[in-house]
């Protein structure tokens, strides 16, 4: 084919999109940078941001939420219960992942995983009249991030659901996460199907109740030594996690084994827990949230104490400020 | 210091050694090389192992012993007693690592090893009486090799200790080690006081029952798949094991505490485990013994089928000849 631009040619294209447009119109590729200046466009904002760069109250802000990041020593205490040990948690607020977003404006995996914790905090009997109480504006919805929780995936927690509580060594701080379901049918992947919501009573009837007492027998357990060990191990406690929650598991079965418990429970526990290799994943975030945390609120610094997304909008959070949503 | 060499000058000397000594004499620095000609100067004998390499029927026969070896599938089948699983045990028999040894040439901890087993066995009282029944020559003693097993250190097993029973997929062959003490005072290192007899008593009584219940529960275990996970964890599955462990306590444990066994053999068999990580040792001992005498047994074949130490001896084993000791 004949074109006005040469075999191989490509132009990558930055402003007007018409001058790209033209050069496709006329047979050639042409790729258009999805751009703006920073501050969009506002030079005297834009020039005060630059300012901070190597800005020496920022750099002495930032050294200072450092240290405390790398001070912070996060330790699982326990088990608790999200509307009990969640700061600003009220009886009908549902937790998600990401900045704020409006029912509206949610992803349908977080509607759905919003509706699948109304069926299960029993606020409605079924999926429809749960989406219709959703729609109707009597629920609060707020970011986890703002109850010093955090969850995987949609990220979804409910008043009544079990959550880890993870504290930094002398008790500074602490952050929580709910339990990690498995894969397949999962409420944070937005499903909402009876077989999930039979799975999260039974996490918190029993799975809960059996880790509590387990945890009891052998007392704090610090997870820094145990992540470590797990990146070693070839995880990177995100979508990898065999070896934390292996390592885990070993940590946690003797004092299970040991605390009176009722060994059915147990055995169901332990069982649930061998056959999920993400279940240590909520416990890294929680370690991460808890280390993060004890960085946040340093004035001036802009060291990057959270990042998260909804499915619709990216929240970055600086130690500094309070948070940014882009 | 003035010297009749030159500053830095090294001298490996390979031969005579008192072109060495002279050397060394002079104020030089050599290194004299323990070399002999191969086939021990045997210049026939010398030619005739040369010709083997690359032998084409040398070559096809360790082809055909290689392919068994690949082919090989080592299972963990159960636990069963060295006295009634072992191919030619005997009932006064001790079983030790390496190539046959007397007791007289036997290194210290082999035999604080075998003293321990023959009050472990109840042969002797204490181990003043033990080393005199050893030295009595009523107690026979041959390689844990000759009888299809394998063992850590001292490689000791008495007829009345547990071992691991390994099948090859399809029941070609079978292998079998001892169970793991862990680290500290143990048999295998030639430790032999109360607390060892004690230990080895609590495998044989409440150990290796819990695991037997567990394992026929379980069914049959693959072992290459665990193996091969645990490689990519970091272990090397001889002196890192905590990967594989790991990984083999949480396929166990489930099927353990549904075994309807006994609740607390289950639960200090579990915690005697989850404190060892070393206990897979002897596991991955056992499938590589599996794999390997899978592959022995091909006339002409030169594949190494075993390599094993007794502390005074090395010995080599090739799949065509019965074995070699240097």
């Given at each position: 084919?004949s074109?006005?631009?040469?075999?191989g040619?490509?132009?990558?294209?930055?402003g007007?999109q018409?001058?790209?447009?033209s050069?496709v119109?006329?047979?050639?590729?042409?790729v258009q940078?999805?751009?703006?200046?920073?501050a969009g466009?506002?030079?005297v904002a834009?020039w005060?941001l630059?300012q901070?760069?190597?800005?020496?109250?920022?750099e002495?802000?930032?050294?200072?939420?450092?240290?405390?990041y790398?001070?912070?020593?996060p330790?699982?205490?326990g088990?608790g219960v999200?509307?009990?040990?969640?700061p600003?948690?009220e009886a009908r607020?549902?937790l998600?992942?990401g900045p704020?977003?409006d029912w509206?404006?949610m992803?349908?995996p977080?509607?759905?995983?919003?509706?699948g914790a109304?069926v299960y905090e029993g606020?409605a009997?079924d999926?429809?009249?749960?989406?219709?109480?959703?729609e109707?504006?009597?629920?609060v919805f707020?970011?986890a991030?703002?109850?010093?929780?955090?969850?995987?995936?949609?990220?979804v927690?409910s008043?009544?659901m079990?959550?880890?509580?993870?504290?930094?060594?002398?008790g500074?701080?602490r952050?929580?996460?709910?339990?990690?379901?498995?894969l397949g049918?999962?409420l944070?992947?937005?499903?909402n199907?009876?077989?999930v919501i039979?799975?999260?009573?039974?996490?918190?009837?029993?799975l809960?109740p059996a880790?509590?007492a387990?945890?009891?027998?052998?007392?704090?357990l610090e997870?820094?030594?145990?992540?470590?060990q797990?990146l070693q191990m070839g995880?990177?406690?995100?979508?990898r996690n065999a070896?934390?929650s292996s390592?885990?598991?070993?940590?946690?079965i003797?004092?299970?084994?040991?605390?009176?418990?009722?060994a059915?429970?147990?055995?169901?526990?332990?069982?649930?827990?061998a056959g999920?290799?993400?279940?240590?994943l909520n416990?890294s975030?929680?370690?991460?949230k808890?280390m993060l945390d004890a960085a946040?609120?340093?004035k001036g610094?802009?060291?990057?104490t959270?990042?998260?997304r909804?499915?619709?909008r990216?929240?970055?959070?600086?130690s500094?400020?309070?948070f940014?949503v882009?």
């Amino acid at each position: 084919m004949s074109t006005l631009f040469g075999e191989g040619q490509r132009i990558v294209n930055v402003g007007l999109q018409s001058f790209a447009e033209s050069i496709v119109a006329g047979g050639g590729k042409a790729v258009q940078v999805d751009w703006t200046p920073p501050a969009g466009g506002d030079r005297v904002a834009g020039w005060s941001l630059a300012q901070l760069l190597d800005h020496p109250e920022v750099e002495r802000a930032n050294e200072k939420a450092y240290a405390a990041y790398l001070a912070a020593q996060p330790v699982l205490v326990g088990i608790g219960v999200a509307g009990k040990q969640l700061p600003g948690m009220e009886a009908r607020m549902i937790l998600h992942a990401g900045p704020p977003i409006d029912w509206a404006d949610m992803c349908g995996p977080m509607q759905g995983a919003v509706i699948g914790a109304i069926v299960y905090e029993g606020w409605a009997s079924d999926v429809d009249s749960a989406r219709r109480l959703a729609e109707g504006g009597t629920i609060v919805f707020e970011p986890a991030h703002h109850h010093a929780a955090v969850g995987p995936m949609a990220g979804v927690i409910s008043p009544s659901m079990p959550v880890w509580v993870i504290e930094n060594a002398g008790g500074s701080n602490r952050a929580y996460s709910n339990l990690n379901e498995g894969l397949g049918k999962v409420l944070r992947f937005g499903a909402n199907s009876g077989e999930v919501i039979k799975r999260l009573r039974w996490m918190a009837d029993v799975l809960a109740p059996a880790l509590s007492a387990a945890l009891a027998k052998l007392g704090p357990l610090e997870l820094k030594p145990l992540i470590a060990q797990a990146l070693q191990m070839g995880d990177e406690v995100h979508n990898r996690n065999a070896a934390a929650s292996s390592l885990f598991l070993k940590r946690i079965i003797p004092a299970a084994l040991h605390s009176g418990f009722d060994a059915a429970a147990i055995a169901d526990a332990v069982t649930f827990i061998a056959g999920n290799d993400h279940f240590f994943l909520n416990l890294s975030m929680a370690a991460c949230k808890a280390m993060l945390d004890a960085a946040h609120g340093v004035k001036g610094s802009s060291f990057v104490t959270a990042m998260s997304r909804n499915g619709v909008r990216f929240g970055v959070r600086l130690s500094g400020y309070r948070f940014a949503v882009v």
